[in-house]
């Protein structure tokens, strides 16, 4: 059951995820730098200390007790983390829904869920998995072949998104990806995809606050909420920063008055925008308070993401003029993923 529970939580973050930029289409007249700061200000910065408020009651203290030394990597982590945040966004932006996800996911499924066992191996802690726990147990074998299936089906995918490339014309592209740049578009996706997975190094590096959490009596599921507010500090500065240079580069300060513009509407889908990409971590907090914070926990969360942005892929028309070759190496890709899923919940139940 605890295993069936961890699924579904890590589905209700991956699908937060993968929905998060569609809010963000709904945005008129604004650059994009203008948009993805104030949906960041909702994402880091005002609810995070409001679910952790909700579900942590005291958990400034916990914060304000922890090491110097814990904030600081959990701080550091974060500011990576937030440099693929950013290129993430521009990821999507330059590739669409589909691609953009497949390959920012891909290089964060791989990075993020076997860098942390490896660590474990040089720095053995009591209760975490090791490299060693994947490669020489049953149920450690499962979850890698799960990890590889979903590789499989990510790279599956990138295929699919490459036949797209081949086979549209430029006007079909823009129609279905307003600003479609394969070269630059991939630089930053996969950029992307290797600094997102320090988020799963800054849940580590701040485990102690969400433990202290539990030697609290705080309710488990919610314990690693204390952490974001600290992790998701350093996303907000380096995005802060980024895209006030933009602001100054682009002229753009002026968005956020225009009354060319349709303000209220703008201010309320960034919002929502920022908020729901928030509700991928809250949710994976719980995910990840029933399966635990290894290999399976991230590649789950990755696997989710990416089918529920594919289908949104599907959805916008993304795919609309593609042959049907392609068509069918976008559904076979997303299949392999929908079987890693399954696969590693088997190796968690063996666990």
């Not at 983390?81 to 966004?89: A, F, L, N, Q």
């Amino acid at each position: 059951m605890q295993v069936l529970l961890g699924i579904f939580f890590h589905f209700i973050g991956g699908a937060a995820s993968g929905s998060f930029y569609i809010p963000f289409k709904k945005v008129k007249g604004w650059h994009w730098e203008s948009y993805w700061i104030i949906g960041g200000l909702f994402s880091w910065l005002i609810v995070p200390p409001l679910a952790a408020w909700l579900t942590l009651p005291g958990f400034g203290a916990i914060i304000s007790n922890t090491s110097s030394t814990v904030i600081f990597f959990t701080l550091l982590f974060g500011v990576l983390w937030g440099i693929g945040g950013h290129t993430y966004g521009l990821g999507v932006r330059y590739l669409g829904m589909s691609l953009g996800n497949s390959v920012v996911l891909g290089f964060c499924s791989a990075f993020g869920a076997l860098v942390p066992s490896v660590y474990y191996d040089i720095v053995p802690t009591s209760g975490k998995t090791t490299f060693n726990d994947l490669l020489f147990t049953p149920w450690g074998r499962v979850i890698l072949l799960g990890v590889l299936i979903c590789l499989a089906g990510i790279y599956v995918c990138g295929r699919a998104g490459m036949r797209k490339e081949k086979e549209l014309s430029d006007t079909d592209k823009k129609k279905s990806v307003a600003e479609f740049n394969l070269v630059k578009g991939l630089v930053v996706a996969i950029t992307s995809g290797i600094l997102s997975s320090c988020f799963n190094f800054g849940i580590e590096a701040g485990k102690p606050m969400a433990e202290a959490a539990v030697a609290q009596g705080l309710n488990p599921l919610y314990q690693n909420n204390v952490t974001y507010v600290v992790l998701l500090w350093g996303g907000l500065a380096t995005n802060l920063v980024w895209c006030v240079i933009l602001n100054f580069k682009n002229k753009s300060f002026g968005d956020y008055t225009s009354k060319a513009s349709p303000l209220l509407g703008n201010y309320l889908f960034s919002a929502l925008a920022g908020t729901t990409w928030f509700l991928q971590f809250f949710f994976y907090g719980m995910g990840e308070s029933k399966l635990g914070n290894g290999a399976s926990s991230w590649i789950l969360h990755m696997a989710f993401i990416i089918i529920i942005a594919n289908i949104w892929g599907i959805v916008l028309k993304e795919w609309k003029n593609v042959s049907g070759k392609t068509r069918v190496t976008i559904f076979a890709g997303i299949s392999l993923i929908i079987l890693s899923v399954l696969v590693l919940g088997y190796g968690n139940s063996i666990k």
